[in-house]
């Protein structure tokens, strides 16, 4: 940490939650968005799979660095809701993207994501007695991906388990091993939470993914980098089989208000096509950027964007470098000089 840069107090519930802007209208009776995808399954296999982000309940837990609220209801998610969401989205054919490289094998398998903003083992977040009406509408899924907090391991985790036909995965947000950091974001939870969900989740034999996040508060581009390859060591020697790194969101709330000393670092374009390059391969664990919001990042122009972003995606599917082809314009290496 840079001794120049005060480290921010942490912010607490009550600062974070009066920081918010209003939410955007949901309807509890469609999904917030969907889309087709591929995603990594093996090094040089994918598997076609379905986005869902559901429309529910608020998490419980108040994190300094979440945007997902403002997509989320202000009351407990009613029964019903969400197996209806689900079940209108099965319906839509899929629309998968083109591979983008001979190297990856035509995908065997179908995967499915159940993102709702919160936590799919709450109740309040997805009533218990939905549960096994959703699982039975999943049995062309190999693979069910859910998100949920470590703290939270209720007995129902390995009824669903057993109510799905394909392989249960958890999604965590693990976000940093940095012990001040992680407090400041105000998880809720210690670094030893994260180790028992892990031990709990292999003795149920369900497969686990963490988030982490690239840019903490009062750390340069460089620092933060290596506390994310930090996190992600400590991931893989847990037994997470996905590490996806997500570039800090700063544009709301709480993480707008940060002075200049202890802002969290800009991620530009190249400096996420650098820490990816520095990540894959190194260890057994899948390591991948996230690209949803590749568009907002600086550092990119409407002549190399789709490109690089290409890139990205096959580097993240393959677990390995690639060269990044020239470029018609000058923005990877303006960018470069600039943040690396």
């Not at 519930?13 to 917030?32: E, F, L, M, Y």
């Not at 490289?101 to 709702?116: A, D, G, M, Q, V």
């Not at 509408?137 to 693979?143: A, D, E, G, I, S």
């Not at 400041?184 to 369900?206: C, P, T, V, Y």
Request: glycine residues 4%; charged residues 20%; proline residues 8%.
């Amino acid at each position: 940490m840079n001794p120049n840069s005060p480290f921010p107090l942490s912010p607490g519930r009550q600062q974070i939650r009066a920081a918010r802007g209003s939410k955007q209208p949901v309807d509890p009776q469609k999904v917030n968005a969907h889309w087709d995808e591929f995603e990594i399954a093996n090094r040089g296999e994918v598997a076609a799979t379905r986005v869902l982000l559901l429309a529910g309940s608020e998490c419980r837990f108040t994190c300094t660095m979440c945007d997902l609220w403002r997509h989320t209801l202000d009351h407990a998610t009613k029964p019903g809701d969400l197996v209806t969401q689900i079940e209108q989205s099965l319906k839509r054919p899929w629309e998968l993207p083109s591979v983008p490289t001979s190297s990856i094998k035509s995908p065997h398998e179908r995967w499915i994501k159940l993102y709702n903003s919160s936590n799919f083992f709450d109740p309040y977040n997805v009533p218990v007695e939905d549960l096994i009406p959703i699982a039975q509408l999943l049995p062309n899924f190999t693979k069910v991906i859910v998100e949920n907090h470590p703290r939270l391991l209720p007995p129902t985790i390995p009824h669903f388990r057993d109510a799905i036909n394909g392989k249960l995965e958890i999604a965590m947000g693990l976000e940093t091993t940095d012990p001040l950091t992680l407090k400041w974001l105000n998880k809720g939870m210690a670094l030893a939470d994260f180790s028992k969900a892990m031990e709990q989740l292999r003795q149920w034999q369900i497969d686990a993914r963490v988030f982490l996040l690239l840019g903490l508060p009062s750390k340069s581009f460089t620092e933060s980098l290596e506390s994310c390859l930090q996190s992600i060591a400590f991931a893989a020697e847990a037994g997470v089989r996905h590490c996806s790194v997500i570039p800090t969101r700063t544009q709301h709330g709480v993480m707008s208000q940060l002075t200049d000393m202890s802002r969290v670092p800009l991620i530009t374009a190249s400096d996420l096509e650098f820490a990816l390059s520095q990540m894959v391969g190194r260890w057994p664990s899948i390591i991948t950027v996230d690209l949803w919001d590749w568009n907002s990042l600086p550092g990119h122009c409407d002549h190399c964007r789709e490109t690089r972003k290409q890139r990205l995606e096959t580097m993240c599917l393959l677990q390995e470098n690639i060269p990044l082809t020239p470029q018609p314009c000058n923005c990877y290496n303006t960018d470069k000089t600039a943040s690396i």
